[in-house]
């Protein structure tokens, strides 16, 4: 299973790699990439554009943030199988988030502009962006398994990684080559993969009505602070806060760098709170 799952996963790369059709998916309205530039900060590296600046550290520092949690579930005690999948989980999102901080902020104009009389929608950055987090997401279902589950239910839980993800590979793959504009969005992504966080909420809820232990707990507030987050970044996306505050004050700070702020402290509170305590599943 793991052979074939590696196999299908390396060809849908390289299906990606070579047959996406990204010149065909074009920013809405058609933006030039003068006109993409006039639109956010930049900053000139001798013939290379680098965009958004400070959204680029911002970016980084949460992945590469993401990475050193991963490595502290792997450094904890090698025995609970929760951790590890923890732990690579952690370092597969933190990779995909410098892949998404190389494309939606550092070298967009780069990527999307460049050679082309309109700028692109997306690039093969962000395609891995997302796949990698996906990858990412099933790897922390069947961490969550392992925590709160057993049995029959822990079987299903690891039954959704082994379809969910083909499937959304196989989503973005067909997204890219015909192309499909909403099938590589994060839009659809966040529909497609807020169900495994319900799951994960509602499994925790369970747990600690039965058991008052503190791992449950604290996976309830892990959940619902992840809810925030994301409810945080849609709310001042559609709120157009972004360009109140470009307009008003000059000052840069976008949905994306509301979502990657948040999202660092949702970070900072697993890395404090939960690889101490989580533990593989006891009855």
């Known amino acids: 299973m793991k052979k074939i799952g590696i196999i299908f996963l390396v060809l849908v790369v390289l299906l990606i790699t070579f047959f996406s059709n990204f010149d065909e998916m074009k920013l809405t309205p058609l933006t030039t990439g003068e006109e993409f530039l006039s639109s956010q900060p930049y900053i000139m590296i001798g013939d290379v ?14 992945g590469l943030f993401i990475i050193l949690l991963g490595f502290r579930f792997l450094k904890k005690k090698k025995e609970y199988i929760s951790r590890k999948w923890w732990g690579i989980s952690m370092i597969f999102w933190g990779i995909g988030a410098i892949f998404a901080g190389t494309s939606y902020q ?62 959304y590979a196989a989503i973005l793959t067909i997204g890219s080559i015909v192309p499909v504009k909403f099938l590589v969005t994060y839009e659809l992504f966040c529909l497609f993969f807020m169900p495994h966080f319900l799951v994960f909420f509602i499994l925790s809820i369970k747990e600690y009505k039965a058991k008052k232990d503190i791992m449950s707990k604290r996976f309830i507030i892990t959940w619902i602070l992840f809810l925030v987050v994301n409810v945080s970044y849609y709310v001042y996306y559609y709120l157009g806060i972004s360009e109140i505050l470009l307009n008003s004050t000059a000052i840069w700070f976008n949905q994306n760098d ?26």
């Open 49 to 62: 554009v680098l965009t958004q600046p400070s959204s680029t550290v911002i970016v980084y520092a949460l």
């Open 258 to 283: 509301i979502l990657h702020v948040l999202l660092l402290g949702w970070m900072i509170y697993i890395y404090i709170a939960l690889p101490n305590v989580i533990t593989d599943y006891e009855k």
């Open 106 to 167: 550092a070298f967009g104009y780069q990527l999307k502009c460049v050679g082309v009389e309109y700028c692109n929608f997306t690039d093969w950055w962000e395609i891995m962006y997302l796949l990698l987090t996906a990858l990412s997401i099933g790897m922390l279902v069947i961490a969550m398994s392992h925590c709160i589950a057993s049995g029959k239910t822990r079987k299903v839980m690891k039954m959704i990684t082994y379809i969910s993800i083909p499937v």
